[in-house]
């Protein structure tokens, strides 16, 4: 195994594994607060922002993950339970989604353009 490979393979690891820790803080962060409510009537201060901090972590962490297994973040143990011609419907579907609302973004977002900047809105033809 050459010393990238090393390198690659000790990245990986603590990638899994610092994932699982985001999470497991995000758990024990929302626990403490809601014991300190119940019992001192007193929140731990910052929780929902460090919440919402950990949240994000281990999404962008797991994002490698679940992009190299080309899943969804929960949405692969939903989609595998459907036969496999199904599968292929739900996938195009989604891709259809993800396009459409790129699309409507692109759009919305010229005609905010010309809002603002009082740009006369031109009318939108492919050119060639």
Same mark, same amino acid.
């Given at each position: ?25 995000? @758990? @024990?962060? @929302? ?17 929902? /922002?460090?919440?919402?901090? +950990? ?21 692969? /143990? ?6 496999? @011609? ?20 692109? +759009? ?8 603002? +900047? ?11």
């Amino acid at each position: 195994m050459s010393v990238g490979q090393k390198i690659w393979r000790g990245i990986t690891i603590v990638d899994r594994y610092l994932g699982v820790i985001f999470l497991f803080n995000l @758990i @024990i962060l @929302i626990l403490i607060d809601t014991c300190l409510r119940a019992f001192a009537i007193t929140p731990f201060m910052g929780t929902m /922002e460090l919440v919402r901090c +950990f949240l994000i972590w281990s999404v962008f962490v797991s994002l490698r993950q679940v992009t190299k297994e080309d899943g969804h973040i929960r949405m692969g /143990e939903l989609i595998a339970l459907a036969p496999p @011609i199904w599968q292929q419907i739900i996938k195009l579907a989604i891709h259809l989604a993800a396009l459409l609302v790129f699309l409507s973004l692109h +759009f919305r977002s010229s005609r905010l353009r010309c809002t603002i +900047f009082m740009i006369p809105p031109q009318p939108w033809r492919f050119r060639w």
